[in-house]
């Protein structure tokens, strides 16, 4: 009973920043975990981070110290903050919504960073 949206991907120069939105519908997404993947061709889907119900979160190594991730509860909205962006960081980025066993995920927004 959860469907997600996202938004504010594009392109970029290396260096810049995106913020990724996620906006989630259907009830209770306070009790969600959040987190947002990454997929680039070729590559495995991978976590970039993760944020509890409680607001607890963890990040992937490769994006520690330039992405932050943060909810709006009273929005029904993640946020993906992505400075100092690398090329590498290039991919189609999907927002989750996980509660022990079920998992929803959006449609994705690509991520281009080039120059």
């Known amino acids: 009973q959860v469907q997600l949206v996202e938004s504010g991907g594009g392109l970029v120069q290396p260096g810049g920043s995106l913020r990724l939105s996620c906006v989630a519908s259907?009830?209770?997404?306070?009790?969600?975990?959040m987190s947002w993947y990454r997929q680039a061709p070729g590559n495995q889907r991978e976590l970039v981070a993760a944020i509890t119900s409680d607001s607890n979160t963890v990040y992937a190594d490769t994006v520690k110290g330039r992405f932050t991730i943060s909810r709006d509860n009273t929005k029904n909205t993640v946020y993906l903050q992505m400075n100092s962006l690398k090329p590498e960081d290039t991919a189609v980025y999907y927002c989750?919504?996980?509660?022990?066993?079920?998992?929803?995920w959006g449609q994705g927004t690509q991520v281009t960073v080039s120059s």
């Open positions: 989750n919504a996980h509660i022990i066993l079920k998992h929803y």
């Open positions: 259907g009830t209770s997404f306070s009790i969600y975990a």
